[in-house]
T-cell receptor, first 113, second 112 residues
């Protein structure tokens, strides 16, 4: 079992819905990441939180809104998504930012109708 | 431009055989190189991580090599098992912002 837990595992939503993806780790890691992965492609970095502060935003559309309530939790709030946003959303954590090895969760499979 | 190229794109081998996956990179400055295994529908799992001074590192039946001079890495899988069927992703850390640069992966299928 992965040490980074993501919920839900699957999510189907309409373009007008609001939903949230959740990620949790209890390894004491201080950096957490959101990635988007399309089929047969490598993960693409979306956001990086370091010590609960947003440190990297890779020009992600505002319909994706990250939140880091504490050092163990990372949320991704979704609103007015488009069909092309359908993908596997992966959360990862590392002891600190930069060059540290990242531990990935199993992802949330998101489908936009 | 910082890039990571993997070959082959896909590979089919018979159970019990060995195989080698390749990774070439142009990332500068270089910090470390990682190999991840990603099963279908799962998140990537780290197999090995190597820094500039390390030439080889093993994790069970997986052995990674790194030639920092030629900027090449390989992942050798010994005595393959059906459970080795997955995508193998080479990831290089470095560049001006210490980012992770992902290769597109090699999809390995092990057949009985």
């Amino acid at each position: 079992d992965t040490e980074v837990t993501q919920t839900p595992k699957h999510l189907v939503m309409g373009m007008t819905n609001k939903k949230s993806l959740k990620c949790e780790q209890h390894m004491g890691h201080r950096a957490m990441y959101w990635y988007k992965q399309k089929a047969k492609k490598p993960p693409e970095l979306m956001f990086v939180y370091s010590y609960e502060k947003l440190s990297i935003n890779e020009s992600v559309p505002s319909r994706f809104s990250p939140e880091c309530p504490n050092s163990s939790l990372l949320n991704l709030h979704l609103h007015a998504l488009q069909p092309e946003d359908s993908a596997l959303y992966l959360c990862a954590s590392s002891l600190m930012g930069g060059y540290q090895p990242q531990h990935f969760g199993d992802g949330t499979r998101l489908s936009i109708l | 431009k910082n890039q990571v190229e993997q070959s082959p794109q896909s590979l089919i081998i018979l159970e019990g055989k060995n195989c080698t996956l390749q990774c070439n990179y142009t990332v500068s400055p270089f910090s470390n190189l990682r190999w991840y295994k990603q099963d279908t529908g799962r998140g990537p799992v780290s197999l090995t991580i190597m820094t500039f001074s390390e030439n080889t590192k093993s994790n069970g039946r997986y052995t990674a090599t790194l030639d920092a001079d030629t900027k090449q890495s390989s992942l050798h899988i010994t005595a393959s098992q059906l459970s080795d069927s997955a995508s193998y992703i080479c990831v290089v850390s470095g560049g001006s912002q210490g980012n992770l640069i992902f290769g597109k992966g090699t999809k390995l299928s092990v057949k009985p």
